[in-house]
C-alpha cells in the first residue's frame, strides 16, 4: 500500500475510529467518534494517543522486527519462512512483504502521530494539559523517524497529513535530517512527558531520556568517514547524560530474574520502558502473534499456530554464550530444556528432539490452559521496544567512546550487573568486543542487534562487513549442542547444507525502498533535499 494511501485509510480508521483506555491500556478499538466533538478534554487526548501504543505498529511488529532485528543480523534463521530468510540470506527486495509491511506501519505511526499531533494543538485546552499528550505523540513520531533513518537511511519527513494527500509526490530527505527530527522530536518528548505516566505502560519523560540515549549514541558515530574508527564526543557525552538521567532519576529497577521479563504476568515491570500493549483476546491488528512464528509445536500452544520448529538459532549466536549463562534457556529452547510455565497441566514443558537444532523461547509463554491471556496466534506479551538494561548498556558504550576498551566504573558497574543478573562473573575492564557481545545476547530475539550493526557501520564499516562475513551465512553447519553447559560442537558425521546468500558489501546496511511506494512517488529514488527546520531546538534538557 502506498504511503499516501495509507494516510487516508488510517486519517479514517484512527482518528474517527479512536480507541478508549483502561488503566493497562488493555481494550480494543470501539466507539466511532466525529472529529469535531472530540479532542475537547483531557480524556479525549488520551483515548486520542492510546491507538500509538498497538495498532499502529501491528505491521511492524507482525514479522519485521524480529525478521530484520534478528534474522539480517543472524542471532536467527528460518530457511523456510518468508518472513526471515529474505533478510538473513540479505536477498530482499523492495517487494519483499515484511519490508513492504514496516515502511507502511512507521508511516502509520507518522500519520497518527501527526493527526493527534495537529488536532490537540487546534484544540481549546489550556497548553499546559496539551504538551504531555503532544510529547507522547513526537515520542512515537521520533522514534518511527528513527527506525526509518536506520534502514532505509534518506526517508520522507512528514508533518501534516493534509500536505502529504494534496501532495504525496514529494523528495525526500538526507539522513542526517531524519536523524535530527527524530532527535528532535524526543528532546520534546523529555521536556513535556510527565515525570510518572498517566496510566501502566504508557511513556514518561525518562522513557524519552532512555530512547535519546539509543539515537545520541547511534548518530554519534555517523560521518563522511564510515572507517573513520572515531566518534562524535559531544553526542557520546549526551547519550551518557540521557542515560545517566533515566537511570538514576527515573522509576525503573532491573528485574531480579532475566527470565521473568518474558511471562504475561510481568508486562509492564520495572524493567520495561516501553512496550507495545498487546490486546488479550484482541482481534486482528491489536494481537501479538510472536508465539505463532516460534513455537516448537502444537503441544505448547495448544493448537494448530505452531509455525517454530524451522525457525532456530543461528550456530553464530549459540558460540556466543558463556557456560554458566541464565540468558540462553530464556531466549533460545534446547533439547532437554525444562518450563515449569509452559503446559503446566502435564508438569510442565520438556523440549525432547535430538540435539541438532535449538528453537526459539522469547516471546514463547504456552496454551491459554497456562493463561487465560492466550488466544490462537494471540499471546497477549508486550513487545519490549527499550529496557532500562538497554540504556545500562548504551551509557557504557557511550563510556567507552572511540577508545579500544575502559575501565570507567560506572559503565563497568552497569555491565557487570546484567552479567550477574545472569550468573556470570564480573569483568574488570571493557573492549569493544564485550559490548557487542553483551548487547547482543542481553537483546538477543528483541528485534535490536541489526541496529547495533548498522550504528557501527557508521565508523567501522570494513570491521562490520567482516564480522557478518565470517557468520557463514552461506551454509547450514551441523552441530551438537549440549544444553547443560551452553556449548556447541560441530559434527562431522553431516555435510554443511549450502544456501545461498546476497552480496556483503556496503549496500546491505540500507534497504531497498518498497517498490509500491516508488512506483508511486519516483522522487523516492532522486537525491535527497535537505528539510528546512523552523522549530528551535530544545536546549535546557541537561540544565
Known amino acids: 500500500m502506498n504511503t499516501s494511501k495509507t494516510i487516508l485509510m488510517w486519517v479514517m480508521l484512527c482518528m474517527f475510529g479512536l480507541v478508549s483506555c483502561d488503566d493497562d491500556l488493555n481494550v480494543e478499538p470501539s466507539d ?14 488520551q483515548a486520542a494517543t492510546a491507538a500509538l501504543y498497538n495498532r499502529v ?11 530484520l532485528g534478528d534474522g539480517r543480523s543472524y542471532n536467527l534463521y528460518a530457511p523456510f519462512s518468508d518472513y526471515v530468510f529474505p533478510f538473513s540470506d540479505l536477498t530482499e527486495t523492495g517487494l519483499t512483504g515484511p519490508l513492504v509491511e514496516a515502511w507502511r506501519s512507521f508511516y502509520i505511526v507518522i500519520q497518527q502521530s501527526n493527526n493527534a499531533i495537529n488536532a490537540i494543538a487546534e484544540s ?13 505523540a513526537r515520542f512515537m513520531r521520533g522514534l518511527a523517524y528513527w527506525y526509518l533513518a536506520s534502514l532505509w537511511g534518506n526517508a520522507l519527513i512528514i508533518t501534516s497529513q493534509a500536505d502529504i494527500i494534496s501532495n504525496p509526490i514529494i523528495n525526500s530527505s538526507p539522513r542526517e535530517d531524519v536523524y535530527e527530527f527524530a532527535i528532535r522530536d524526543m528532546e520534546f518528548a523529555a521536556k513535556f512527558l510527565p515525570e510518572q505516566s498517566i496510566q501502566a505502560g504508557r511513556v514518561n519523560r525518562y522513557t524519552a531520556y532512555g530512547m535519546l540515549s539509543r539515537f545520541y549514541l547511534g548518530y554519534a558515530g555517523l560521518s563522511d568517514n564510515p572507517n573513520s574508527g572515531s566518534m562524535d564526543q559531544n553526542l557520546l557525552d549526551l547519550a551518557m547524560k540521557s542515560a545517566d538521567i533515566a537511570i538514576n532519576d527515573g522509576p525503573y529497577t532491573l528485574m531480579d530474574e532475566y527470565e521473568d521479563l518474558y511471562t504475561i504476568e510481568n508486562n509492564n515491570n520495572s524493567e520495561s520502558m516501553f512496550a507495545l500493549q498487546w490486546v488479550p483476546n484482541g482481534e486482528f491488528g491489536v494481537n501479538n502473534p510472536h508465539q505463532a512464528f516460534f513455537a516448537l509445536g502444537s503441544e505448547i500452544t495448544g493448537d494448530d499456530a505452531a509455525y517454530g520448529f524451522f525457525t532456530r538459532a543461528s550456530v553464530d549466536v549459540l558460540l556466543q554464550y558463556e557456560t554458566d549463562d541464565k540468558r540462553r534457556r530464556a531466549t533460545w529452547m534446547a533439547h532437554n530444556d525444562f518450563y515449569p510455565e509452559i503446559n503446566q497441566a502435564n508438569g510442565g514443558y520438556l523440549v525432547d528432539h535430538d540435539n541438532t537444532y535449538v528453537n526459539v523461547k522469547k516471546g514463547v509463554v504456552g496454551s491459554n490452559r497456562d493463561n487465560p491471556a492466550i488466544t490462537r496466534q494471540n499471546s497477549g506479551l508486550n513487545t519490549y521496544m527499550l ?3 538497554e540504556v545500562y548498556l548504551n551509557y557504557a558504550e557511550a563510556a567507552l567512546g572511540s577508545d579500544e576498551s575502559t575501565s570507567d566504573p560506572m559503565a563497568l558497574s552497569y555491565v557487570n550487573e546484567l552479567r550477574s543478573r545472569a550468573g556470570l562473573n564480573n569483568l574488570t575492564s571493557l573492549n569493544r568486543e564485550d559490548f557487542f557481545r553483551e548487547r547482543r545476547i542481553e537483546l538477543c530475539m528483541e528485534g535490536q542487534f541489526w541496529y547495533d550493526l548498522v550504528r557501527r557501520s557508521y565508523y567501522e564499516q570494513q570491521t562490520i562487513l567482516s564480522f557478518i562475513r565470517g557468520q557463514s551465512r552461506d551454509e547450514i553447519i551441523p552441530f551438537l549442542y549440549d ?7 560441530i559434527d562431522d558425521t553431516r555435510d554443511p547444507q549450502p544456501q545461498a546468500i546476497g552480496p556483503i558489501d556496503e549496500s546491505i546496511f540500507l534497504l531497498p525502498y518498497p517498490e509500491p511506494e516508488v512506483v508511486q512517488n519516483p522522487l523516492l529514488r532522486e537525491a535527497p533535499v535537505p528539510y528546512e527546520f523552523t522549530e528551535e531546538r530544545i536546549t535546557d534538557l541537561f540544565d
Open 32 to 45: 466511532q467518534i466525529a472529529r469535531e466533538n472530540f479532542f475537547q478534554s483531557e480524556e479525549d487526548f
Open 57 to 67: 505498529w501491528f505491521s511492524f511488529n507482525d514479522k519485521f522486527y524480529f525478521g
Open 124 to 136: 481549546d485546552v489550556d497548553e499546559e494539559i496539551q504538551e504531555p499528550y503532544l510529547a507522547e
Open 387 to 389: 529496557r532500562l538494561a
Open 483 to 489: 544444553n547443560t553447559t551452553n556449548s556447541l560442537m
